[in-house]
C-alpha cells in the first residue's frame, strides 16, 4: 500500500475530464492530473498531447515554489514554447502570492504567469480559461 495514499481522508485516483462548447462546433478538452508522485507517468502522457498547461498549486506550502518549478520545467522539457501559466487554488495573501512570483522567477530565469482564483467557482475558473486563451493562441 502506498503510504500517501493513507495520509488524508480522501484521495484522488484518476484524472478528471471535462469539455467546454467553444461554439461554431468547437470543444476546448480539459484533463487534470493529481500532483503526488505516483502519478508522475499520467501528467507526463497529459502533457505530452497538451497544447497548454495551467498547474494549480498552493502557494502557503512551504515547497511549492520548488513544486513550481519542477512542474513548469517538466512543461518545458515537451516543448519550450507550450503556453503554461500557474494557479493559486487556495487562498492566499497578496505578500504570500508576490513572493511566490518572485522566487519562482529567479528559479526559471523567465517569469511564468501567476493567477489567483476559487477552483470551486465555475465562473472563476472559466475567467481563467479566458485569461490563458491569448497564451494558446500564440502557438
Known amino acids: 500500500m502506498d503510504p500517501s495514499s493513507s495520509a488524508k481522508a ?18 476546448l478538452h480539459i484533463y487534470g492530473s493529481p500532483g503526488q508522485d505516483r502519478f508522475e507517468f499520467m501528467r507526463n502522457w497529459l502533457i505530452s498531447i497538451a497544447i497548454g498547461v495551467i498547474v494549480l498549486i498552493d502557494a502557503n506550502q512551504t515547497d511549492a515554489t520548488d513544486m513550481a ?21 487556495r487562498p492566499a495573501s497578496d505578500e504570500t502570492a508576490n513572493r511566490f512570483s ?5 528559479k526559471l530565469g523567465v517569469a511564468v504567469p501567476v493567477i489567483t482564483a476559487d477552483v470551486r467557482e ?6 481563467v480559461l479566458d485569461i490563458f486563451s ?4 500564440t502557438i
Open 134 to 137: 491569448p497564451l494558446m493562441a
Open 10 to 27: 480522501s484521495t484522488t485516483v484518476g484524472a478528471d475530464f471535462g469539455v467546454i462548447d467553444l461554439g461554431n462546433g468547437e470543444e
Open 69 to 89: 518549478e519542477q512542474y513548469v520545467r517538466t512543461v518545458r522539457s515537451f516543448s519550450e514554447t507550450m503556453p503554461c501559466m500557474l494557479l493559486l487554488a
Open 102 to 106: 518572485s522566487i519562482l522567477t529567479d
Open 122 to 127: 465555475k465562473l472563476q475558473m472559466l475567467d
